[in-house]
């Protein structure tokens, strides 16, 4: 177990350091220069120059990214270009916010799905098992901007029950800004119930089929017991395991929520540096999303072969 | 196949936009282009079924003939990305050793970034242009459909018939392209069709963010994106029936993929 | 004679020659009250006395001042305002967001107005010697920082010279240009300056004024950390700045001038408009930095909100590479001009809150511009016969390139539709902005290199600089590649022209010269829009700025 964990750590440090090449490799053909995007098109070449020598942004490329990356390893994103200050805390903020977003999202997600999943399960075949089916499927593949637009309309803009901005009002508390939230995590909650729920559902068919459920339930064990115990239990891996292979998906579909409802999140802070050929920022901001999604895939297959025994060995790459 | 009753309702749906989309022109009562700017951002009427946009266009009109570019940007991105990703797929399935090692964590490396952050690098970088969109989801494709293939093709390639091509002497482009691919060519074309869902999704989505297709076009994608700054201020239909028209198309790709997937994996 | 031609006689011989040239102009009826007090006020007379003089002449009015009525102080107002780009540094900072930060703080040695009219803040009044190559300046005595030291010639000399100075990445270098060098600002006491230009320039004081974004006065030993303190003369001083969030500014007790009615400001970043138009209908906040007509129609309908429109020359150029086909006959460029319908433009894209536009930097708004020059109005059949003329009778293929920025894509498919009309097909390339501009050098931008382009200009006091690097023969932003030695000649003669008759003279030759050659087109000039609740007074409506210190609620 530990030679596969370091395995698998050693393989994700090779990733993360060809996606930062991949950035810097990017960061490069982007228009403009970082001096050119802070003094805007008007300014004089010549003040532009002065501005790059300032940055470090005219030295050669090899020496920038050594530069960068020697700090990076030693824990220090640099400064951002633009802002002339740290990157670390402008990324903490914005992934913070992410997070916090996608956080809600599961917390809404999560039971209702996996109650919709078992639902289903035990009256599969008949309608409700067929609607809850078809339901999913069809909003897994909505994209999030579209369901969210017609969210906005009716919740918003119609019943005005819910905040249109994903943002809370300064000095608006933290109940304030989980209530701006309810709605930007809609679309996200849309899109993942059908792919827990369906999981969920063979789950719940699988374990209802299975020999120990017969057993207990004609050792006179309550069916409802039986169900909680052993149902649920199996309907909660193929979640872990969507959370794992999902990370990926939900931070993309994040950056669109973000445009949508102009929330400050990672997204938002990774277009912002890409435009303004804010390097430190976007790799730094790259980066945490990669490692992000690194961790979260690592985590859930720990936790799902804890969870497991039978892939425990099977587990190999 | 088409006995299903969810494929025939997909075949019907994309049928109907692609008869919009080629022949909608004919039958629109305005021209999707045409501004008016003395009756811009008119609520639904009898005279305008859907109502007009901020250039006073005529939005049911702009609907019919809005699909014409998402139907053709997310077929050549797919064939893009499908062509790509089994190249790659068999290349590191075939040899593995080091060139699958190397080639497999630039497949994770880029798997590690979400399409939505690919595409603003990437059309910040090119430009925003069809061309642009098409490379950017064709790019984010090709790892994805790698690995399929790769996972496949590392099954096939300890099979008999592979080491006795090896043992006729055969080239290794002949063994991968005439003897491995039709063999893992059902797994191929259940992804591409598969993708090719995730392609509309992913062009109607680049195109909200504002970064592909270029105006006039009366793009969904586009449409919600110019005008969805204006909900608020109570002109819902200059969204509204974009929105819906995405559903439709997308829902119906999908009923699609779900039946080629069950036939050829049946 | 009466008593006030008596006065004004009086005031005649204590003046120079350019100050008596404009009381010519007004007694013989050339310009009228608005024009005067405006042009006066650029030669450095005060006010008072230019409203006394108007007043002898047209009769009393209300004085500018007695218009902003004193109101309740001690409110708390919060403005919502564009997420500055990047630190906030006076050297550097250039867009809209980060430049509206330094008004609370900071000040210009002048000001230009509603209308146009430059006001006297930290210097107290200006003079030109005889051709307007010299300006004096006389500062306030009373002035000190939020630190506690004094101001003086140095601190003004410093501020200047730190913009002027080609070794320093600043902003502002751009707008020194060709006017005056770092070195040529020579202390003459310690509230007195002398400004030795590089060549003569009858509107200077424009380019002090708070036209030249940048220029607030900062103390000589500056050191570049700006966000700590936001130092400055200015009626507020700094409470918080979090970057990326918001800055809070607080009455500061120790202002020379008025004290500020509000007690607090409070701006709010916001990454769009249309998240602060949001936080304006929800509350949020009080007042919003300008917006774009375009995203901002809610706000129209919203009886809890009024929006101030204020006349300004912000608008779109459309350049034409002069230089290449299919533009390179000047017949091709008006014929596309030409297909243009301007009232409907302005119609249908602002709702009327703008003005038609003639093809040249000169709004009707300036007083220099001259009015008798005719309109050119949509002709499709003189266009197509221009066409015909140019051989290209069957029309053309050509992209239009631009930048996604307010209105500008609606306006670059409304161009494509009004030409389609004459058989020029154009196809459309909307870029981001940074791609548009890219490097912003020749042969390195979509700006300066398309042969079909569309770039916003901000507002600006005078035409000055609309006219000399986007139109001269070595202009650094020529996107239209416009070389035209009479052009450059007049806009020399014009820039130095120190009266209000020359300029006007010198205007309309250009005017018409531009229309002939038509490098530009100019299709509007809209109005600033500043949308704040309800029952908010005290803002000076003045394009480009949002001026705190007279806010209050009624």
């Known amino acids: 177990m530990s030679r596969l964990l370091f395995k698998r750590l050693a393989l994700s440090f090779a990733t993360l350091w060809i996606l930062s090449v991949l950035v810097f490799g990017a960061g490069q053909v982007l228009p403009g220069d970082p001096a050119r995007a802070i003094l805007g098109p008007l300014a004089e070449a010549r003040a532009v120059a002065v501005l790059n020598h300032q940055l470090g942004t005219d030295r050669p490329l090899l020496v920038q990214y050594w530069d960068w990356i020697s700090h990076f390893v030693r824990g220090d994103p640099g400064m951002s270009y633009a802002y002339r200050a740290p990157a670390g805390p402008f990324i903490a903020s914005a992934l913070g916010n992410s997070l916090l977003l996608g956080a809600v999202a599961f917390l809404i997600v999560v039971p209702l799905s996996l109650f919709g999943g078992v639902w289903a399960a035990l009256h599969a075949g008949r309608f409700v098992d067929r609607a809850i089916t078809l339901l999913g499927l069809s909003a897994t593949v909505i994209p999030e901007f579209v369901s969210g637009i017609v969210l906005i309309l009716v919740f918003g803009v119609w019943l005005r029950w819910l905040p249109i901005s994903a943002t809370a009002p300064r000095g608006g508390g933290f109940g304030s800004q989980l209530f701006h939230l309810i709605l930007p995590s809609m679309p996200l909650v849309l899109v993942l119930f059908g792919y827990i729920a369906r999981m969920a559902r063979a789950g719940t068919v699988e374990a209802l089929a299975a020999e120990y459920t017969r057993t207990a339930v004609l050792k006179g064990l309550p069916r409802r017991d039986v169900l909680f115990r052993h149902v649920l239990r199996n309907a909660l891996l193929p979640t872990i395991a969507v959370i794992g292979t999902q990370t990926g998906y939900l931070i993309g579909g994040l950056v669109v929520i973000e445009v949508l409802f102009r929330y400050q999140g990672i997204g938002t802070l990774i277009y912002t540096a890409a435009r303004a050929k804010d390097f430190p920022l976007l790799e730094a901001g790259v980066l945490s999303v990669g490692i992000v999604y690194t961790l979260a895939t690592l985590i859930a297959d720990l936790l799902y072969a804890a969870l497991n025994p039978r892939v425990r060995f099977g587990a190999g790459e | 196949m088409l006995r299903s009753r969810g494929v025939l309702v997909g075949v019907t749906i994309i049928g109907f936009w692609i008869v919009c989309a080629l022949a909608g022109n004919a039958f629109v009562p305005y021209d999707p282009y045409a501004d008016d700017l003395l009756a811009t951002l008119q609520p639904p009427s009898a005279e305008h079924w859907f109502g007009t946009d901020q250039l006073g266009r005529d939005i049911f009109s702009r609907v019919i003939v809005g699909a014409r570019d998402i139907l053709t940007l997310a077929p050549v991105a797919t064939l893009l990305g499908t062509l790509c990703g089994t190249t790659l797929g068999l290349v590191t399935g075939y040899f593995r050793g080091v060139v699958d090692d190397v080639l497999s964590r630039v497949i994770d490396a880029v798997l590690a970034l979400p399409l939505v952050i690919i595409a603003l690098l990437a059309l910040v970088a090119l430009g925003p242009s069809n061309l642009t969109i098409i490379v950017v989801i064709g790019f984010a494709f090709t790892p994805i459909v790698a690995r399929t293939v790769r996972a496949a093709v590392l099954n096939e390639a300890q099979l008999d018939y592979v080491a006795a091509a090896r043992l006729r002497d055969e080239t290794a482009v002949h063994i991968m392209v005439v003897e491995i691919l039709p063999n893992v060519i059902s797994p191929v074309l259940v992804e591409s069709t598969v993708r090719l869902g995730y392609a509309i999704f992913a062009v109607a989505t680049l195109s909200f963010i504002g970064f592909g297709i270029q105006p006039p076009s009366a793009d969904w994608g586009l449409g919600i994106s110019e005008n969805y700054g204006l909900i608020t201020g109570g002109f819902w239909w200059t969204v509204l029936f974009d929105a819906l028209a995405i559903v439709s198309l997308v829902v119906g790709v999908n009923l699609l993929a779900d039946g080629v997937r069950e036939t050829l994996e049946a | ?554």
């Not at chain 3, 809150?353 to 005719?374: E, H, K, Q």
């Open chain 3, 1 to 554: 004679m009466s008593k006030d031609r008596k006065r004004l006689d009086a005031v005649r011989r204590d003046v120079g020659v350019l100050e008596n040239d404009l009381f010519d102009e007004l007694l013989s009826g050339c310009i009228g009250r608005r024009d005067f007090m405006r042009h006066g006020s650029v030669l450095g007379l005060s006010l008072p006395l230019l409203g006394g003089i108007a007043g002898a002449v047209f009769g009393p009015t209300l004085s500018p001042r007695r218009a902003m009525a004193a109101g309740t102080p001690g409110a708390t107002i919060r403005i919502g305002i564009g997420q500055p780009a990047g630190a906030i540094d006076p050297v550097t900072i250039a867009d809209n967001g980060g430049l509206v930060l330094l008004e609370p703080t900071g000040e210009f040695l002048c000001r230009t107005g509603p209308d146009l009219v430059l006001q006297p803040q930290l210097a107290e009044s200006w003079r030109p010697n005889t051709d307007g190559s010299v300006w004096t300046f006389k500062l306030r005595q009373d002035v000190t920082f939020q630190n506690g030291r004094k101001m003086t010639a140095d601190d003004v000399i410093a501020s200047i010279d730190r913009m002027a100075d080609p070794k320093n990445s600043a902003n502002a270098l751009s707008a020194f240009k060709g006017i005056l060098q770092k070195g040529n600002s020579r202390k003459i006491d310690d509230h007195t300056v002398e400004f030795h230009l590089d060549a003569p320039n009858g509107n200077f004081p424009y380019v002090l004024s708070t036209d030249n974004y940048n220029l607030v006065i900062l103390p000589a030993d500056y050191a570049g950390d700006y966000e700590k303190t936001f130092i400055g003369t200015g009626p507020f001083k700094l409470e918080k700045f979090t970057p990326k969030v918001g800055a809070s500014f607080v009455r500061n007790p120790n202002y020379w001038g008025k004290p500020a009615l509000p007690e607090r400001l409070e701006y709010s970043f916001f990454g769009d408009q249309q998240s602060q138009v949001l936080a304006l209908q929800g509350g949020d906040v009080d007042v919003l930095q300008q917006v774009a007509f375009k995203g901002a129609q809610a706000l129209f309908n919203d009886p809890n909100i009024d929006v101030m429109s204020i006349k300004s020359v912000s608008h779109q150029q459309v350049h034409m590479r002069t230089d290449m086909a299919p533009f390179q006959d000047k017949r091709v460029r008006r014929a596309l001009a030409l297909t243009l319908d301007r009232k409907k433009l302005v119609a249908g894209l602002f709702n009327g809150r703008a003005s038609i536009g003639n093809d040249t930097p000169f709004a009707a708004l300036f007083p220099s511009s001259d009015p008798t020059v005719p309109q050119r109005e949509q002709n499709l059949a003189e266009a197509k016969q221009l066409l015909e003329a140019a051989g290209v009778g069957k029309g053309f293929d050509v992209k239009l390139t631009t930048e996604r920025y307010m209105e500008i894509p609606d306006y670059a498919v409304l161009l494509q539709n009004f030409a389609k009309a004459v058989g020029i097909n154009i196809a459309l390339n909307v870029e981001d902005q940074n791609a548009y501009y890219g490097k912003a050098v020749f042969g390195q931008s979509d700006w300066l290199d398309s042969v079909l382009g569309i770039t916003d200009y901000g507002h600006r006091g005078v035409p000055n600089v609309f006219l000399s690097a986007p139109l001269t023969s070595d202009g650094t932003w020529n996107s239209a590649h416009f070389k035209n030695p009479t052009y450059d000649k007049l806009v020399a003669q014009y820039i130095a022209s120190p009266d209000l008759g020359g300029q006007r003279a010198i205007a309309g030759q250009i005017q018409r010269l531009l229309l002939d050659e038509t490098p530009l087109i100019v299709g509007y000039f809209f109005d600033e829009l500043v949308p704040m609740r309800k029952g908010l007074a005290g803002i000076p409506p003045i394009a480009n700025r949002l001026f705190m210190e007279g806010a209050h609620f009624t």
